[in-house]
């Protein structure tokens, strides 16, 4: 499926310093709590996913992942937004 956006990009996470994950290097992407606790908030400008229009929307995210490093997975993510479903069959 097609999709494209532009949108302004906030993010905390619980890591003392930078987050480490937005490094991209395995073994720099360790939590140091050992776990990450994490809010993204997308303000979309313009974008599509599916024929759906995005823009002028808000996304704000709520992310857990119990570590040690993401790619130990089993992360969980809340959100109240509608864009939530659209966006997860964009990215598959």
Same mark, same amino acid.
């Given at each position: 499926?097609?999709w494209n956006m532009t949108a302004e990009f906030i993010e905390t #996470? %619980? #890591?003392?310093? $930078?987050c480490p994950c937005w490094y991209g290097v395995r073994e720099l992407?360790?939590?140091?709590?050992?776990? #990450?606790? %994490? *809010?993204? &908030? &997308?303000? @979309?400008?313009?974008?599509?996913?599916?024929? @759906?229009? $995005?823009?002028?929307?808000? &996304?704000?995210?709520? &992310?857990?992942? /119990?570590?040690? *490093?993401?790619?130990?997975?089993?992360? *969980?993510?809340?959100? *109240?937004?509608?864009? @939530? /479903? @659209?966006?997860?069959?964009?990215?598959?």
């Amino acid at each position: 499926m097609a999709w494209n956006m532009t949108a302004e990009f906030i993010e905390t #996470c %619980s #890591c003392n310093m $930078l987050c480490p994950c937005w490094y991209g290097v395995r073994e720099l992407m360790v939590m140091d709590q050992g776990w #990450c606790a %994490s *809010t993204w &908030l &997308l303000r @979309v400008q313009q974008g599509h996913a599916d024929g @759906v229009n $995005l823009g002028g929307r808000t &996304l704000a995210i709520a &992310l857990d992942f /119990p570590g040690p *490093t993401l790619y130990d997975g089993n992360g *969980t993510a809340r959100s *109240t937004s509608t864009m @939530v /479903p @659209v966006l997860i069959n964009a990215g598959s």
